[in-house]
């Protein structure tokens, strides 16, 4: 089962300026009202069930631990929901969704619908859904994205989008065809959609902190897991095992995880920077070919100067938080508004632990994105956050690439990039192109 990947451009020189051009506002960042000269942000509404309606059928592609739990979030998310398809390229990988759906929700897969191999995506989409789960690796999303809007199909699509410029502008593309189809695209970039995340920045749009004039946000925490090779398996089977640690499958670390983190920041801020100033290393990663830190400077037309950073050592402080500065204070995206004598203002007023009111309860943000997900296709009101995602995906490879070469990276640089990372042929074989190799940079001292 062989897939070419032909290199392609995806949109012609025109087509980027206007990609250049378009916002990134996110889905369900609030609602807005005029109040004499100023326009007040308001929370939607936030259903804690999706409504009632026809059986809605979704496929799950990628049947890995966060796409199994993405097939119990959608089955929790209201009523009248059914897993009825799967696709994995390895058989052990769906067996055990597939065990692990019956266990929990008492799903049966059917044989027919299980599907195995680099074509598995296609046979899911095509399999009588009305829903697909996109859950591989990073590297796949945007062809799979392609393929479920051309067959028509309501799309999940985990977080990050692509792993490099080119898929990354492929799915802003893509996402604009589902605006002009009706099609419902939900990202997993979940902050966007959690109460507690939601009710903070709308305080701050309304000027509680005053202007924004920084972020500095922070991910540091242990290492993911590890794969090492086995005898037997290939290139391909041991880089797709062990996806979390290879670049071209992930995007490394600063895309595939700390992503949430930079979308916070872009959601505040709501513009794209115009340069990264990266630096990154690696200590003690013991596979793949990716970075253990990263460190990014991103600056912005107006002058304004945001630091991200982001570890994963185990054995080290963690520490996760998304601090947005303004004139007369900051905020901890997660809650939490202070003034700028660094004394708490107002935190949001999560309820105790019993309580029956739900005024300020925060449903689990991985089961409300396919709530508003189920809504937006029972009651027609379309919802598509794709192209958000898609800028915040194009920010960390923007980072990412600063990184690895040493190198300030601008946006239009990014933007126009035709760098396109991974094989142009799928099969379990050798990886040719592709060398286990940490990025060096800089030249040697003489």
């Known amino acids: 089962m062989k897939k070419e990947i032909k290199r392609r451009k995806f949109i012609s020189d025109a087509s980027l300026a206007t990609l250049g051009a378009i916002g990134s506002a996110g889905f369900l960042s609030s609602c807005s009202e ?8 308001k929370l939607p509404e936030l259903l804690t069930q999706a409504p009632d309606g026809r059986v809605l059928k979704a496929g799950l592609i990628g049947c890995g631990g966060r796409g199994t739990g993405a097939a119990v979030n959608f089955l929790n998310a ?7 398809a799967l696709g994995d390229v390895f058989r052990d990988k769906l067996d055990q969704c597939r065990q692990k759906l019956k266990e929990q929700k008492d799903v049966e897969i059917a044989d027919e619908n299980c599907f195995i191999g680099f074509d598995s995506y296609q046979k899911v989409i095509d399999s009588d859904v009305d829903v697909v789960l996109l859950c591989t690796p990073p590297h796949f999303r945007p062809a799979h994205i392609e393929a479920a809007i ?51 920045r709308r305080r701050v749009m309304n000027g509680a902190i005053g202007e924004i004039v920084s972020a500095h946000v922070i991910r540091n925490g242990g290492s993911l897991w590890v794969i090492k090779r086995e005898p037997g398996w290939s290139d391909m089977e041991y880089m797709l095992r062990n996806w979390a640690n290879f670049c071209w499958l992930s995007g490394d670390h ?53 630091h991200c950073a982001a570890r994963q050592i185990t054995g080290c402080s963690n520490l996760t938080k998304q601090f947005i500065v ?8 997660n809650g939490k508004i202070y003034n700028l004598k660094g004394e708490e203002i107002w935190k949001y007023p999560k309820p105790e632990e019993g309580s029956t009111d739900e005024t300020w309860k925060v449903t689990d943000p991985f089961v409300q994105e396919h709530i508003n997900l189920v809504t937006g296709i029972r009651t027609g009101n379309t919802v598509n956050d794709a192209e958000a995602q898609a800028y915040s995906t ?15 990276v601008t946006w239009d640089e990014v933007l126009n990039s035709d760098m396109r990372l991974g094989p ?23």
């Open 150 to 200: 051309n067959a028509g199909k309501h799309i999940f699509l985990e977080k990050p989008c692509a792993v490099d410029p080119v898929g990354a502008r492929s799915v802003l593309v893509a996402a604009q065809r589902a605006k002009e189809k009706g099609l419902c695209m939900v990202s997993g970039t979940i902050r966007r959609v959690q109460k507690d995340f939601m009710e903070t």
């Open 326 to 333: 303004g004139t007369e204070g900051f905020a901890n995206a």
């Open 34 to 41: 005029k109040k004499g000269s100023k326009t007040e942000e």
């Open 78 to 84: 209201g009523p009248n929901l059914q897993i009825t």
């Open 254 to 306: 600063i895309v595939e995880q700390f992503i949430h983190e930079i979308d916070v920041m872009n959601w505040y801020i709501g513009k794209n920077p115009v340069r990264a100033i990266g630096w990154g290393g690696r200590q003690r990663r013991i596979t793949g070919d990716q970075y253990d830190f990263f460190s990014i400077e991103y600056v912005y037309d107006n002058g304004m100067h945001t």
């Open 394 to 408: 194009l920010i960390t490879v923007m980072g990412r690439m600063s990184a690895y070469t040493g190198k300030d």
């Open 424 to 446: 142009k042929v799928y099969e379990f074989g050798p990886v040719p192109g592709i060398p286990e190799e940490v990025p060096v940079v800089g030249i040697p001292p003489r």
